[in-house]
């Protein structure tokens, strides 16, 4: 009997990183993942979804109300994968997740599944070390959810600082980790 390939949601955020998520979808669809991408609608002023659906060889989601599913996207999407990142995550899914929020499918598959969920925060420092967004990243790692990074780094505003996000080796190399 053939083993089930693995299989991993990217959920791609709002924010100038967002094009280093298309190296982190190449890799992983080049190791033999199969990779289906959630776009929020603010990732797309950044990276367009046919670059994501190039990269991965799947359509890309981002519709909460697509009907042309069986059943939910929110559903659909997590019922057969292994492993959710969030990558580049901004302030806002942060919020979102810590506060139950489900508003969009992003925020509505990463709260219907029950499969790790790995997120990579990039954001400018001063949001970073915002205490409410601190607080946040606190009651999510409390409740199983895995943070990788941020690093120091230059970020969009021109400034160095910590919230730049993890390089993409560092980001590999745990999601490959939890995979074997």
């Given at each position: 009997?053939a083993?089930?390939?693995?299989?991993?949601?990217?959920?791609v955020?709002?924010?100038?990183?967002?094009?280093?998520?298309?190296?982190?979808?190449?890799?992983?669809?080049?190791?033999?993942?199969?990779?289906?991408?959630?776009?929020?609608?603010?990732?797309?002023?950044?990276v367009?979804?046919?670059?994501?659906?190039?990269?991965?060889?799947?359509?890309?989601a981002?519709?909460l109300?697509?009907?042309?599913?069986?059943?939910?996207?929110h559903?659909?999407?997590?019922?057969?994968?292994?492993?959710?990142?969030?990558?580049?995550?901004?302030?806002?899914?942060?919020?979102?997740?810590?506060?139950?929020?489900a508003?969009?499918?992003l925020?509505?598959?990463?709260?219907?599944?029950?499969?790790?969920?790995?997120?990579?925060?990039?954001?400018?420092?001063?949001?970073?070390?915002?205490k409410?967004?601190?607080?946040?990243i606190?009651?999510l790692?409390?409740?199983?959810?895995?943070?990788?990074?941020?690093?120091?780094?230059?970020?969009?505003?021109?400034?160095?600082?910590?919230g730049?996000?993890?390089?993409?080796?560092?980001?590999?190399?745990?999601?490959?980790?939890?995979?074997k």
């Amino acid at each position: 009997m053939a083993m089930k390939k693995k299989e991993i949601i990217v959920g791609v955020c709002g924010s100038i990183a967002a094009y280093k998520a298309v190296e982190v979808v190449n890799h992983l669809t080049k190791t033999g993942i199969n990779v289906r991408v959630i776009m929020t609608d603010k990732a797309t002023r950044f990276v367009g979804p046919l670059t994501f659906q190039t990269m991965s060889g799947n359509p890309v989601a981002g519709d909460l109300f697509d009907i042309s599913q069986d059943s939910p996207p929110h559903i659909s999407l997590v019922k057969s994968a292994d492993l959710i990142l969030i990558c580049p995550a901004t302030a806002n899914i942060i919020g979102k997740l810590a506060g139950g929020i489900a508003d969009d499918l992003l925020s509505s598959a990463i709260l219907a599944s029950k499969i790790k969920v790995f997120i990579c925060p990039a954001m400018n420092e001063r949001m970073y070390n915002n205490k409410i967004v601190q607080s946040n990243i606190g009651k999510l790692k409390a409740l199983g959810y895995r943070f990788i990074g941020p690093r120091w780094g230059r970020l969009a505003c021109g400034y160095e600082g910590k919230g730049h996000l993890a390089g993409v080796e560092v980001i590999l190399k745990e999601v490959k980790k939890i995979l074997k």
